[in-house]
């Protein structure tokens, strides 16, 4: 089994809970009894104090946790900064500490609490380790069920996922095999797409169809490195599946 290393990271709390200026009223409708059931139809108005600020005040918000998301992985324990970017990662939250302060310091019928804790997990912590190997394992595994079939959309939420996860690989050999397979999954996910383009739709053409088997097998070359990921064997070539 070929050496398997996570590089320290940096797991990224977060947490939030604003005051958008919003109130709800209930208003009845209807009420029908049913034997032992009984119904009733509600209405529920949703009332503004500030409609602009509030839709300001969640724009805000938005903006706040896309900057972060931009500079992290997100994985089953949460999101994960590479220690590469810490010092980009301490003004990101800088930033956002000033754009929330900035809003409040305006906003009159409106509150945005938003706070960003940065803890460092060193490489030698078991849990993390193993709960970054069966991210990187689970992500592999995604790309590999979408490839065998021929699901376009199936790969690009899978790589969409898994975005930035090579960062976490200390081995660089093997950070550059898995940036391969995310290559070779991007151009599949292409054939794949302008194959069911070519035939109407019909998925069982596509996927027997020589550009996208020769695409599939591009994708199953990217998995030298299976063993130490724990995945499972790569494609089946034509032979074996005759």
């Not at 032992?36 to 009332?47: A, G, Q």
């Not at 804790?117 to 078991?126: F, T, W």
């Not at 699901?151 to 093997?174: H, N, S, T």
């Amino acid at each position: 089994m070929a050496t398997f290393n996570i590089s320290d990271v940096i797991l990224v709390q977060e947490a939030s809970s604003s005051d958008l200026g919003v109130s709800y009223e209930r208003e009845v409708l209807s009420e029908e009894t049913r034997g032992e059931r009984e119904e009733t139809l509600f209405k529920t108005l949703r009332v503004f104090e500030n409609k602009p600020e509030a839709l300001r005040a969640k724009a805000t918000y938005e903006q706040a946790r896309a900057r972060l998301r931009k500079l992290c992985s997100k994985t089953v324990i949460g999101l994960v900064c590479p220690v590469e970017r810490e010092a980009e990662l301490a003004e990101a939250i800088a930033e956002i500490d000033r754009m929330i302060a900035d809003a409040n310091a305006e906003l009159r019928t409106c509150h945005i609490e938003y706070t960003v804790v940065p803890v460092r997990i060193e490489h030698d912590n078991a849990r993390a380790h193993e709960t970054l190997r069966h991210e990187i394992q689970r992500h592999a595994e995604r790309l590999i069920d979408a490839t065998r079939a021929a699901d376009a959309e199936g790969m690009r939420r899978a790589l969409k996922l898994g975005k930035g996860l090579e960062e976490l690989v200390a081995d660089e050999a093997l950070r550059a095999d898995l940036e391969g397979l995310n290559d070779a999954a991007r151009t599949a996910a292409r054939v794949i797409t302008r194959s069911l383009k070519e035939h109407e739709g019909d998925l069982e053409a596509a996927r027997t169809s020589a550009t996208v088997r020769e695409a599939a097998e591009a994708v199953a070359r990217r998995f030298p490195w299976a063993d130490a990921f724990g995945v499972g064997p790569a494609l089946p070539t034509e032979e074996a599946a005759a």
